[in-house]
């Protein structure tokens, strides 16, 4: 529900409240976000106090107890009495960069509007349009509000019109801006590098500023555009928390400022530092979306609304509530070095173990051995695929197997076709040398003619052969992020337009080949956003497949998106990464909990392997729906152990890891969340690490009862039994 009464604004449901105010009929003031309250009559009224230099800096001459400097605000301005970070700022034509925006009308309407050209959630309930102008320089700024009933979540975007006749550059538009009146405050992200993604890292909030930030032209491997701001008592099951998760694949920035009066300042959007907009006569320019979540249910309470909220109001298409394939991907089984017969060899041992889908990877086009040449050639490589993918597409078909494909179309080499006949069509600065990533260039996708290649390529690959899949990979961060197309006035605008370019080719494609499951990938997990998850349900989370590294690469995943939505296969060990060998089970149960399958020549398993992997198989087939569509919740994360529970109507099911083994150590006793006191569990499978079948030893628990109130596995829990081995993965599974 949205109120607007008296000048307060008031945005309610069952899960948080979120208060801001008309100040003097011009200033748009925050006042409140947190758990619902009914009504809002102001019972901590903001103090104006004369704060020395701050309070000096008065809005109006003879108030000296009015300054934006100390006031909480919506969506900050620059260059007046605010010295904190502000929302946006604007270059007038007269070289300032000073403008004032006031509130100058609104309107409340039923659902949401979409957002041109770019991803963003659908389906809410009702939305609040604020219009900001700027009188002098005419402009107009709307700031949109989407509340949704069922969850704890607030979406916010900004839309910037010139509604003068002077044209003016957007240097810098967050999509939002939150100012909490104190600093209470443990900072939440997620870094990483390359193969060891999205890392969650907790630290006092500090007077400063702290920043996430990537200028690479991707969400990256690096930093996630995710925030939390949690109370330092919140735990993974209770305490106050409030996150904001940006719904754009490219440069972002979140601030966080810790100001000399204990107040704290968030703000999220594009990244200043690599965008500028100019907008003339008439033109519009429209933020990318941020997702508001408050839970004061801990960071298991924000990431189930993140799940839910994703899952239900943003994936689109027909996966979107289907569980996905079990899938055997060639490229840790083969590289580059594959024919039609290796592919076939995969296909039918993936018959016999009861897999879903064969993916063929990297290297079946143009004259791709390596990762040296043939990106942007996309046509098939008939040294290997004498029949072409149709022909390889449907020997899988004939054995009841899907067939997917990998595809890089952002790219090009040096070493192509399409570099020779289109030298020009890289980002790049004119006189200067490109530099290289894996020997590869970007094409500057904010060409319309560029995208017109790209896809029609697309095109005629999905449509050269039954394709189900299709694994969308980038492999490299941009670099000179410069348009030959481009004024120079506008070469900032490139990093922007090329991100537009890819959503505009992505949503044809999607459209166009509805049938098709599409998977993205960058190098892994570098492109792991809600950007992206609007087109393509599903992400490879990470190059890294050892189990135990992806004990926190998916832990740190899932703070923010779904587990249906990340990739997790089971490699060979030792493992290509690290070089570590941890068993299968523990291999097997790490990539059950997200979207499954292997990546590793299953041909070259023995029999006694290829038996277990029949039988998890099986097992996971039992356990999709619950896994991918049910309900995550993360029991232990870090450190040596972690666990992880899964739940739906029918089934709970929970997972223990222990990493390494150590004598002295308690027993561990997992106690289960969320489940109903009254209701009975019964527990109808129970795999413990291998070792212990085999060794037997004391700590063999038999669990006789098989069925237990909800009540006794959460409050008495369940043991785990102790075993002395390294890279220990039991589950349980319950029937309700
Ligand atoms: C990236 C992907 C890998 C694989 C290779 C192929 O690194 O993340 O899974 O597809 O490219 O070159």
């Known amino acids: 529900m949205i109120s607007a009464e008296n000048n307060i604004f008031h945005l309610r449901n069952d899960f948080f409240s979120y208060v801001f ?39 109006f001459e003879n108030e000296r107890t009015y300054s934006l400097d100390v006031l909480p605000q919506e969506y900050p301005v620059r260059g007046h009495t605010d010295f904190r970070i502000p929302a946006y700022t604007v270059e007038l034509e007269n070289g300032t960069n000073i403008t004032e925006l006031n509130y100058s009308a609104h309107k409340i309407f039923d659902g949401k509007p979409t957002l041109k050209g770019l991803p963003a959630s659908f389906g809410g309930g009702q939305t609040l349009e604020i219009e900001l102008k700027d009188a002098c320089a005419n402009f107009t700024v709307y700031l949109y509000y989407t509340i949704f009933e069922d969850l704890p979540i607030l979406t916010r975007s900004v839309k910037f019109v010139n509604t003068g ?67 330092p008592d919140a735990t ?3 305490g106050e928390v409030y996150a904001a998760s940006l719904i754009y694949s490219g440069s972002f920035a979140a601030k966080v400022e810790a100001e000399q009066f204990g107040t704290t300042r968030l703000v999220i959007g594009l990244n200043p530092e690599v965008f500028s907009w100019t907008l003339a006569q008439g033109e519009e320019f429209q933020t990318p979306e941020v997702v508001l979540n408050f839970s004061a249910t801990g960071l298991n309470g924000m990431s ?27 490229w840790e089984a083969t590289y580059f070095d594959f024919n039609e017969e290796k592919i076939i060899a ?59 494909v990998w595809v890089e179309p952002e790219m090009v080499n040096v070493d192509s076709e399409l570099y ?37 390529a697309m095109r005629k690959v999905f449509s ?88 926190s690469i998916q832990a740190g995943t899932g703070l923010a998106f779904p587990i249906i939505s990340q990739g997790a296969h089971v490699s060979v060990t030792p493992n290509h990464q690290v070089g570590r060998v941890t068993p299968l089970q523990m291999r097997t149960f790490v990539a059950m909990a997200g979207t499954f399958g292997y990546e590793l020549d299953i041909t070259k398993m023995s029999d006694a392997e290829k038996a277990e992997v029949k039988d998890y198989v099986a097992l996971y087939k039992e356990i999709r729906p619950t896994i991918q569509l049910g309900k995550f919740t993360r029991l232990l994360t870090g450190g040596n152990e972690y666990a992880w529970q899964f739940e739906d109507d029918s089934k709970v099911i929970a997972m223990y890891f222990k990493i390494l083994s150590k004598p002295a150590e308690p027993i561990r006793i997992l106690k289960l969340a969320g489940l109903d006191a009254n209701k009975s569990y019964k527990l109808t499978k129970y795999l413990p690490p291998k070792k212990l079948s085999v060794d037997g030893g004391p700590q063999k628990i038999s669990f006789d009862a098989k069925t237990f109130n909800g ?24 029937e309700k």
């Open 236 to 238: 993974e099951f209770s």
């Open 420 to 456: 020779r006949a289109h030298p020009d069509w890289i980002l790049h600065v004119p006189d200067y040398k490109p530099s290289f990533s894996r020997h590869q260039l970007i094409l500057d996708l904010s060409r319309a003619d560029v995208r017109e290649y790209v896809l029609d």
């Open 304 to 330: 189930q609304a993140y799940h839910k909220f994703y899952r239900e109001h943003l994936i689109r298409g027909k996966f979107k509530d289907q569980v996905r394939p079990i899938l055997v991907n060639n």
């Open 346 to 404: 995969l296909a039918d041992c993936a018959k016999d173990l009861g897999l879903e889908l064969v993916v063929l990877d990297d290297g079946w086009f143009g004259k791709r051995n390596d990762d040296n040449s043939s990106l942007g050639d996309w046509f098939v490589n008939t040294a290997k695929l004498p029949r072409g993918l149709k022909g390889l597409a449907d020997e899988i078909h004939s054995r009841g197997l899907k067939f997917g």
């Open 21 to 59: 105010e008309i100040s003097k009929g011009k200033h748009l003031l925050h006042r409140y976000w947190g758990r619902p309250i009914k009504e809002f009559h102001d019972s901590a009224p903001l103090q104006g106090i004369d704060r020395g230099f701050s309070g000096q800096l008065n809005d």
């Open 165 to 231: 006749s002077k044209k003016f550059k957007i240097q810098n538009a967050a999509s939002a801006a939150v100012d909490f009146s104190d600093n209470d405050f443990e900072i939440i992200s997620l870094y990483g590098g390359h193969a060891a993604e999205r890392t969650i890292q907790r630290q006092k909030i500090s007077r400063g500023i702290f920043e996430v930030s990537s200028t690479r032209g991707a969400s990256s491997h690096q930093q996630s555009p995710f925030i939390a701001l949690a109370r």
């Open 711 to 734: 009540d006794e596995l959460m409050y008495c829990g369940i043991a785990v039994p102790k075993i002395e081995t390294d890279f220990a993965a039991y589950m349980w599974i319950f």
């Open 464 to 551: 050269s052969a039954p394709i189900d899949y299709v694994k969308w990979d980038m492999n490299r961060h941009m670099t000179e992020s410069f348009s030959a197309k481009l004024p120079p006035e506008r070469q900032l605008e490139t990093q922007h337009r090329y991100m537009l370019g890819l959503y505009e080719i992505m949503e044809a494609l999607v459209t166009e080949f509805p049938d098709i499951l599409f998977e993205s990938c960058s190098g892994g997990g570098g492109r792991f956003d809600a950007g992206i998850l609007y087109y393509m349900p599903q992400t490879w989370t990470s190059d890294d497949t050892d189990a135990v590294c992806r004990l």
